[in-house]
């Protein structure tokens, strides 16, 4: 299985970026029962939960992006979105797409590389 990250680029302080991470050889069943999630990381810094969303569209966010960022999914085109506002220097990272499957199974994505510069 693969998770397909995109849609990473450098922006303004204030600027907006939409992430995708697609699994197009995931068998639909399974993404659709999948928790999946962003996590990013930044330089000198561990990996951090950003956002999840649940296979019944149920969402969490990191306190820091709350209220700039939405997680969604496609479930039809075995997709997930992460849609970044307001973008802020410490936004900086790599950003990596994740999936639970409902049999514990762990799947990441390579990184895409966010920049924000002020």
């Known amino acids: 299985v693969q998770l397909q990250a995109s849609g990473g680029g450098l922006v303004q302080a204030g600027g907006s970026l939409k992430l995708s991470c697609r699994a197009p050889?995931?068998?639909?069943?399974?993404?659709?029962?999948?928790?999946m999630g962003w996590y990013r990381q930044a330089p000198g810094k561990e990996r951090e939960l950003v956002s999840s969303?649940?296979?019944?569209?149920?969402?969490t966010y990191a306190d820091s992006v709350k209220g700039r960022f939405t997680i969604s999914r496609d479930n039809g085109k075995r997709t997930v979105y992460l849609q970044m506002n307001n973008l802020k220097p410490e936004d900086t990272g790599d950003y990596y797409c994740?999936?639970?499957?409902?049999?514990?199974?762990?799947?990441w994505g390579r990184g895409t590389q966010v920049t924000v510069s002020s």
């Open positions: 994740h999936a639970l499957t409902a049999r514990d199974l762990v799947y």
């Open positions: 050889r995931m068998i639909l069943s399974t993404f659709n029962s999948n928790l």
């Open positions: 969303i649940t296979a019944a569209g149920t969402t």
